[in-house]
């Protein structure tokens, strides 16, 4: 990490940061109220990268708090650095396996929407397993969400696109905001990563999903 990142990690890590333990039976559930100090509706950025997107959408977004998920620690220190330098006091970051953060340390229907935006695509077939957007994963995801809750994907990989529209539209509980792909949101700020698809003309694909009530939840409504 450069200084400027350790410096973020040895001051905010404590009072902004989550732990996400290698190993799943250490998990512990995660109090969102008390992370963030006060009770509002959570936004979960999975892969926030360097963070650039989630400091722009929080800071444009005060009434929902951001809880980024990434596994590069430079990232989380880029990140922590720039809300502290933006004011931010919605964002909060987590270090490690978002599986494990979703599955075992966040409640269900605790979240009022995920965000997925230029996951590792994994390109080489062999490797596809790995993919965070597949049926192994979305019915978890799904159960994170609030009923109403969105799941917004964003990818520059046909390939993948093809597989992600695939496995959300079969995702029971899971209704496609629009009749195919989405069109842009301009609330999406653009990442490095969309950008280097530009760059090589490659089509960039959204899909916004929502998640639906149940039965038992719509006799609730």
Known sequence: MSPKHHDAMER???SHG???PLDPADALPLDLAALFGREAPVVLEIGSG????????AAADPGRDYLAVEVHTPGVGNLLA?????????????????????GHQLAPASLDAIHVFFPDPWPKARHHKRRLIQPAHLGLLRSRLRPGG????????????????ESLTAEPGLTNGFDRYAPRPEHRPMTKFERRGVTAHRRIY???????????????L
């Open 50 to 57: 360097m963070g650039e997107a989630t400091v722009a959408m």
């Open 18 to 20: 989550v732990d996400v």
């Open 150 to 165: 969105t799941l917004h994907c964003a990818t520059d990989w046909a390939d993948y696109a093809q597989s992600m529209m």
């Open 206 to 220: 959204d899909m916004i999903f929502y998640r639906s009530a149940t039965d038992e939840e719509q006799q609730q």
């Open 82 to 102: 720039m809300s502290e330098r933006r004011g931010l006091t919605n964002v909060r970051v987590a270090l490690g396996d978002a599986v494990t953060l979703v």
């Open 12 to 14: 905010l890590w404590e």
